[in-house]
């Protein structure tokens, strides 16, 4: 007679079971060559622990790891056998994408907030590393310069890494930055040319013989990639492009710093820009006196932001901290400021506000139709 063995009581499932498959795709992603054994640990327990999720729950599992790639492409994470609260997997969310075969944000969020991530892959320690050396040289210009390059240009040349030298603000990073810019793969490339984002200036992939897709959530869900210039792979010393963890989470949330300093230009305001080696991301000098902290997160999943968020720190001083999300993100999701509040720390509700970047704009427009015409009103510092 055959016997069906049980599962044992103790393994992975929730969200523990989520952060390590997500772990183990960005790692299988990141591996360049095989490793021996073919697969790492990780790896292999995220793919045992999904395994026995699946049979606890009478559900057909994937047959091998390639299999659970597949999964990562092919089934949103609603439909995975997690057991996930609400809010923790958004509708038709993926861990991969699969017109482009690339990680989604959704899938490096998770991987990020796991315990012991592959540290060398993400934005903090790189960033980390930035601020030190900007603070070692006393120069805070310097890391302002470097988180401008990150932003405005995540696509450069050998000949532009050699002209970088002679940025004097960016001496102090310039061994960072040979790091950070990584050659090109044969992903972004169609007969030995690449293309970049009309929108964000990261290089499109190729989907089709006449489509490209932009891996930046803000772009790909404006529609189809739209060229902005074409390269040619072996020009000017070869390209190499920002890597994929600061493209989604420096790049994509600056492009959207950016758009917010740009509508506070058209109403007369100037923002400071990462003021005291990134203390927060923009620093609002009102006409009241008032001085408002801006933090601008474009993170695809509001449990995670909420867990993760922070009090700003408190130099240089203000008087109001908000937490700028872009409005496409709400648009998608409509409970994501719900869902954001329930994992917020308690202590942060009264001191740190969230709003979409509509949203804040009209904060600011009412702000400053309350000054008194003539009033002449100047600011100062909290």
């Not at 700003?312 to 409970?335: M, W």
């Amino acid at each position: 007679m055959t016997t069906t063995q049980e599962p044992p009581a103790e393994f992975f499932t929730g969200e523990r079971l989520l952060r390590l498959v997500a772990s183990a795709i960005t790692r299988l992603a990141s591996a360049r060559q095989p490793a021996t054994p073919v697969y790492e640990p990780t790896v292999l327990t995220a793919y045992n622990h999904l395994v026995l999720r699946c049979l606890k729950d009478g559900v057909a599992p994937p047959s091998s790891v390639p299999d659970m790639t597949a999964w990562a492409a092919e089934l949103p994470l609603e439909r995975w056998p997690l057991e996930l609260p609400d809010g923790f997997a958004p509708q038709d969310e993926f861990l991969v994408d699969a017109a482009t075969g690339s990680l989604t944000q959704q899938c490096l969020e998770w991987a990020v907030s796991a315990p012991d991530p592959a540290a060398e892959l993400f934005e903090n320690v790189l960033m980390h590393e930035a601020i030190s050396a900007c603070r070692i040289s006393q120069s805070p210009e310097s890391y302002t310069a470097f988180r401008a390059l990150l932003v405005a240009r995540p696509v450069l040349t050998g000949a532009d890494l050699i002209e970088l030298n002679r940025e004097i603000n960016l001496q102090p990073v310039l061994e960072l930055i040979q790091r950070v810019y990584e050659p090109v793969t044969a992903t972004y490339l169609r007969d030995g040319q690449a293309a970049t984002c009309a929108r964000c200036g990261c290089l499109l992939v190729s989907i089709s013989r006449d489509g490209y897709r932009c891996e930046l959530d803000r772009c790909h869900r404006a529609g189809a990639g739209t060229v902005g210039k074409v390269l040619s792979a072996a020009s000017d010393g070869g390209l190499r492009q920002l890597s994929r963890p600061l493209r989604m989470f420096i790049t994509g949330p600056g492009l959207a710093e950016g758009d917010l300093d740009t509508e506070l230009q058209k109403r007369g305001l100037k923002a400071e820009m990462w003021p005291n080696f990134d203390a927060y991301d923009l620093r609002i000098a009102l006409p009241s006196g008032k001085v408002w902290a801006v933090d601008v997160k474009d993170r695809s999943n509001p449990v995670l932001l909420g867990r993760g968020a922070k009090q700003l720190r408190p130099d240089p001083p203000y008087h109001r901290a908000f937490l700028v999300v872009p409005q496409y993100r709400f648009d998608e999701q409509e409970s994501y400021g719900r869902v954001f509040k329930r994992n917020l720390a308690p202590d942060l509700a009264t001191r740190l506000e969230l709003l979409t970047d509509t949203e804040f704009l009209l904060r600011v427009d009412r702000e400053l139709s309350s000054i008194p015409a003539g009033s002449g009103a100047g600011a100062s510092d909290a």
